[in-house]
């Protein structure tokens, strides 16, 4: 009996790639198998995504659904500044499923967030810097923000300051003075993004400094430092011996 048909037919069995189109409850359920045998950071983003979203919609896996999302805001950052209604507007994702990206959104903010208010802000700079990334990273625009900081510096509360345009922001120290104040703060550290990508602090960065720091000190108010955002780098001035 020839049997090399039937053995051509089984070695061709035995490598036949996985079907890479949607196969119903696989392509969402694979993520969601992965990360409780090997944890969540054993996923992609796009497989993180999916995960939230739960479902697709027609035609599509929540996988697919969850990589056409970061295709279209270009990321997790990108992500990260999309509103509730603008998500709501991708195809396959609608109110609710943005309403879920929106939640585990907040939920990564608060908790960075929480990492900081728990300890000495100069004892945590660690916890400090992957807040102020998370917070001012995806912004397309400068944000200025002050962490304002009790006698034990502790966290009293993280505010933002001011919101300017790609390339400057205006702050007032005056109004800075009255939140401080307001807060009862003992100390502040001031933080901005830079969008160009650019992390150095610009002469204006340093002069406007200079000029918080006078004012506060006034107030008995001590500036810790200034940090510059952008992208995954963090500038210190105090680091820098800016202050």
Known sequence: MDTSSTDVTASASAWSPRPTGPVAGD??????ERLAARGASSLTDAELVAVILGTGAA?????????ALLERCGGLQGLARM??????????????K???LAAGLEIARRVLLADVARGDAL????????YLRFTLSPETVEVFVGLFLD???????????????LAQTSVYPREVVKTALA???????FAHNHPSGVAEPSRADELLTQSLRSALALVDVRTLDHLVVAGARVTSFAERGLL
């Open 123 to 130: 004892t945590s700079p660690d916890a400090v810097r992957d």
């Open 98 to 100: 943005a309403a879920k």
């Open 59 to 67: 035609g599509r896996s929540a996988l697919d659904v969850g990589q």
């Open 151 to 165: 006698s034990q510096h502790r966290l009293i509360a993280a505010v933002e300051l001011a919101r300017g345009t």
């Open 183 to 189: 807060r009862n703060a003992a100390a502040v550290i």
């Open 27 to 32: 392509a969402a359920e694979r993520p969601r």
């Open 83 to 96: 509103g509730p209604s603008t998500l709501a507007s991708v195809h396959g994702v609608g109110e609710a």
